[in-house]
Structure formats: C-alpha cells, structure tokens
C-alpha cells in the first residue's frame, strides 16, 4: 500500500523554485545577448547570412 512521503518545507520549495528561476533568468539574458551580437554583426560564434550579402 502507498505511504505519503513527507512534506517539503516552504524553504525548501522556495530555494527549488528561486533556482530554477535563476537558471532561466540567465538562459533569458544569454540569447538576449546573442541576439544583440547577432544584429549589430560582430557575433563571432557562428555565421550569418544576411539578405543584402546573399542578393549582391
């Protein structure tokens, strides 16, 4: 038969969930920053084709 296991502590539940949080904050603001990079041109990490370089 089941047995419940114990309950998680607000503590704990709040640090899981402010971790996580983070971790997506900081993914949010990389690819912001690649984006940014990307447009302006001087993203060094891979090549873009732009339009106006492909029809010239």
């Known amino acids: 038969m089941a047995v419940p296991k114990k309950k998680t502590s607000k503590s704990k539940a709040?640090?899981?969930k402010a971790t996580w949080k983070r971790k997506?904050?900081?993914q949010s603001k990389l690819a912001l920053s690649?984006?940014?990079?990307t447009l302006s041109g001087k993203s060094n990490s891979f090549i873009v084709?732009?339009?106006?370089?492909?029809?010239?």
């Open 24 to 26: 997506a904050w900081v």
């Open 14 to 16: 709040k640090s899981r």
């Open 34 to 37: 690649l984006a940014k990079s």
């Open 49 to 56: 084709q732009r339009e106006e370089e492909v029809s010239n």
